[in-house]
């Protein structure tokens, strides 16, 4: 049995791994990361102060330029790659040569959920240890953990690398289909990967597993007629469609970590029409593509049975971000992170598996050890409160990222 084994065994609880072999505290870093603490706040400003919602060309524009100029500063060699598939903006690449033998890369996303205007509406601002944004956790949070852990190891005059790169894309929020190819094959050619996405400000983790997304589009068609003079000659979609959403409630299965839901429906613009079409749509994660198949074949049996005499129910599956599952050199990356945590007095809880997707999918698609969240502990991304980050945990973050990133170039 191996000692991660071991320790997954011994102590995965609900709050997570607190397992990992100690190791000394580096105290010269912990002390340059404390001290790098303020330029982190400044660089959040300066990032939350470029709107880049996804599909923003402006803004995503002048963020590239911004990454661009920064790396450079850092030494580094950046080329800009236009996003594939009609997606707006450019994905950056910056490469710090080194003199060591191994390769990692970092990566982080610079696109946003927030559409343009809403920086006027909810600006960048401290209040006591929160500092708020739109974006600011997700995911600039980590795009600002990486640059001044590269500022960290510039000061530590580290070389023991052969590469360090830096993948920064624009499209994120959307499924990253104008940037996965870049990222499958920039993972390829390194032999670990950190990803920066957020963890949770109310308990501090790392997460085994992200889920596959997919839609489901159901499009329902039935028969219109005079809804008061003569409804009977119709054949209402709409309460066919409302028929189908209750009879597969049942495939949402949270226990086998499979998430089912219908969440747009659109149809029945005419008062006095029995509505001839309706449209469905569902949105779906999964960890286990074998559960999504035998969900999609459910799913088309009971399509082809519907309640309303003449009524048609088609579907149709769009599969988007592939699901992450850390490997065994994922596992032992996390198992790393935890130790080095616990060595200056915090701990990391372990997740076996989140809802979200994440591009970690894609590079770990690429046979290489990946870990994901460790970007800054934040709260209210993706929802309609106030987005922040916790500012007094950015040294123990900083530290994290510059060790994590010595030990993968060192093999430790």
């Known amino acids: 049995m191996t000692s991660l084994l071991a320790c997954v065994l011994l102590s995965f609880t609900a709050l997570g791994l607190v397992c990992a072999n100690a190791q000394a505290r580096d105290e010269a870093l912990l002390a340059a990361a404390t001290a790098e603490q303020p330029a982190v706040v400044r660089t959040l400003e300066r990032l ?31 080329s800009r790659h236009p996003a594939t598939d009609g997606v707006v903006g450019e994905i950056i690449l910056g490469r710090l040569a080194g003199k060591g033998q191994r390769r990692v890369l970092l990566m982080a996303h610079m696109d946003t959920v927030y559409p343009k205007g809403t920086l006027a509406r909810a600006p960048f601002r401290l209040e006591g240890n929160r500092a708020f944004g739109p974006g600011i956790a997700d995911d600039k949070g980590g795009i600002a953990v990486i640059l001044h852990a590269l500022r960290l190891l510039q000061a530590r005059g580290f070389q023991d690398f052969a590469e360090i790169t830096v993948l920064v894309n624009t499209d994120e929020e959307r499924g990253s289909n104008g940037s996965r190819a870049l990222i499958e094959a920039t993972a ?19 997460v085994l597993a992200t889920s596959g997304t997919a839609a489901v589009r159901a499009t329902v068609r039935g028969r219109a007629a005079h809804a008061g003079a003569a409804p009977e000659q119709g054949i209402n979609a709409m309460v066919e469609a409302a028929d189908f959403m209750l009879r597969t409630l049942d495939l949402d299965d949270r226990a086998n970590a499979f998430r089912f839901n219908w969440t747009v429906g659109t149809g029945g613009r005419i008062a006095n029409m029995i509505p001839a079409e309706v449209t469905l749509e569902a949105n779906v994660r999964y960890l286990d593509p074998q559960r999504l198949d035998t969900a999609m074949k459910t799913l088309r049996e009971r399509a082809a049975t519907p309640r309303l005499n003449g009524a048609q129910i088609t579907v149709e599956l769009i599969v988007g971000r592939p699901a992450f599952v850390a490997d065994a050199g994922g596992r032992r990356l996390v198992d790393k992170a935890v130790g080095i945590y616990r060595e200056i007095g915090f701990d990391l809880a372990v997740v076996p598996s989140t809802g979200g997707g994440t591009d970690a999918a894609y590079a770990a698609r690429a046979g290489r050890p990946v870990i994901e969240s460790l970007g800054l502990p934040g709260f209210g991304y993706h ?8 500012v007094d945990a950015i040294p123990r973050r900083l530290y994290l990222a510059t060790r994590m990133i010595m030990d993968v170039a060192l093999g430790r």
């Open 188 to 206: 390829r050619a390194h032999d670990g990967v950190l990803s920066f996405e957020p963890t949770v400000a109310l308990r501090e983790a790392l």
């Open 383 to 390: 929802s309609d409160q106030a987005e922040y980050v916790l």
């Open 48 to 78: 939350v102060n470029i709107e880049t919602g996804t599909g923003n060309a402006e803004g995503l524009a002048a963020m590239a330029d911004l990454l661009q100029a920064e790396l450079q500063a850092l030494g580094a060699a950046v």
